[in-house]
């Protein structure tokens, strides 16, 4: 949350009274610089609230009051006051009071998320024409079968050297097997982060990987390239390997498809090549998942994780015993 709170401290006297943040699930409720700032965990497992009086004849906040988040619980259980997340049992709960009022669903707000849910479920189910053979499961390392099968499918929609993306937290689902459907690879790729292209000498792609090799839990995957890492004077040395198998030099300009989450330094991949000013891209507006669905959909027939799992001859991290000895951290 400290990129809401320098946000906060940077604006000018009296041009916002309240922010709403997010995407850090925690719980908030601060005055930072005047400013109201709230943020209730995720999930709607709580929602925030901050109440003002305001002068309807001049608009100004007469007075505000902050509350910490408020618990977001559908039903208690009887018996032990709980909150029931999960159980709808009549017998066994009730329903939620707020502030002495009994929380029931509005009927034109549940008619419409009732419709929503409807539409949605309608574009889940469409079939993409591909039957999974067995399954691919996360295992939170950049290698993994699903990890390869999102870098790679991504890779040969566009036109790009070599695909880098977070698929380590980044994919969100293990795909089982079966028919894929459209809702299956919303799953695995729920976020609308658009594909971008952008251009990298050499020497910034190794800045990437050097800083990449040395974290602990490595979050890069990719695809169209090898990466050997050793360790000279106590520092990492990359070596890396186009699938054409021409290495990569420093000057060489290399087309790098990635996202605009990661362009805009998500995750910090990115950082260690981040020019002053930011990077500079256009995107076309698909996204991820876009790009996955397209591929699976020309390829057709059955897919097995087998043709994506890791072996000796085909890792694309590749560490010596140099590197494990001196330059791991």
């Known amino acids: 949350m400290s990129e809401i709170m320098r946000l906060a401290q940077a604006l000018p006297d009296g041009m916002v009274d309240l922010i709403v943040a997010g995407h850090e699930h925690e719980g908030i409720a601060h005055v930072v610089n005047g400013v109201a700032v709230v943020s209730a965990f995720s999930n709607t497992r709580a929602f925030d609230r901050v109440d003002f009086t305001i002068d309807v004849a001049s608009g100004a906040v007469l007075e505000r009051k902050i509350f910490p988040?408020?618990?977001?619980?559908?039903?208690?259980?009887?018996?032990?006051?709980?909150?029931?997340?999960?159980?709808?049992?009549?017998?066994?709960?009730?329903?939620?009071v707020y502030e002495g009022t009994v929380v029931t669903p509005m009927a034109e707000v549940q008619a419409s998320i009732d419709a929503a849910v409807a539409h949605t479920e309608a574009i889940k189910s469409e079939p993409l024409g591909v039957y999974l053979e067995d399954p691919f499961i996360r295992d939170d390392t950049p290698e993994s079968a699903i990890a390869r099968l999102f870098t790679?499918?991504?890779?040969?929609?566009?036109?790009?050297?070599?695909?880098?993306?977070?698929?380590?937290?980044?994919?969100?689902?293990?795909?089982?097997?079966?028919?894929?459907?459209?809702?299956?690879?919303?799953?695995?790729?729920?976020?609308?982060?658009?594909?971008?292209?952008?251009?990298?000498?050499?020497?910034?792609?190794?800045?990437?990987?050097?800083?990449?090799?040395?974290?602990t839990g490595r979050r890069a995957g990719f695809s169209g390239m090898q990466v050997y890492v050793g360790c000279i004077a106590g520092e990492p040395s990359i070596k890396m390997v186009l699938d054409d198998g021409q290495e990569i030099q420093d000057d060489d300009r290399i087309k790098v498809s990635s996202n605009d989450f990661l362009a805009t330094l998500g995750d910090g991949i990115l950082t260690p090549a981040m020019p002053e000013g930011g990077f500079q891209f256009?995107?076309?507006?698909?996204?991820?998942?876009?790009?996955?669905?397209?591929?699976?959909?020309?390829?057709?027939?059955?897919?097995?994780?087998?043709?994506?799992e890791v072996t000796e001859t085909n890792r694309r991290w590749n560490f010596d015993d140099s590197f494990v000895a001196e330059c791991a951290i």
């Open 69 to 96: 988040p408020q618990l977001n619980c559908p039903a208690y259980n009887r018996e032990t006051g709980d909150c029931e997340w999960l159980e709808r049992d009549p017998a066994i709960v009730e329903p939620p």
């Open 152 to 215: 790679d499918a991504i890779l040969e929609e566009v036109d790009a050297d070599i695909s880098i993306h977070n698929t380590s937290g980044g994919i969100r689902a293990d795909l089982q097997p079966g028919p894929l459907t459209y809702g299956d690879i919303y799953q695995i790729s729920p976020f609308d982060n658009q594909v971008v292209i952008l251009d990298l000498s050499g020497a910034d792609l190794r800045r990437i990987m050097a800083a990449q090799a040395t974290k």
């Open 282 to 308: 256009e995107t076309d507006g698909r996204m991820n998942r876009d790009l996955i669905i397209s591929w699976l959909k020309k390829r057709g027939g059955s897919l097995s994780q087998r043709e994506y």
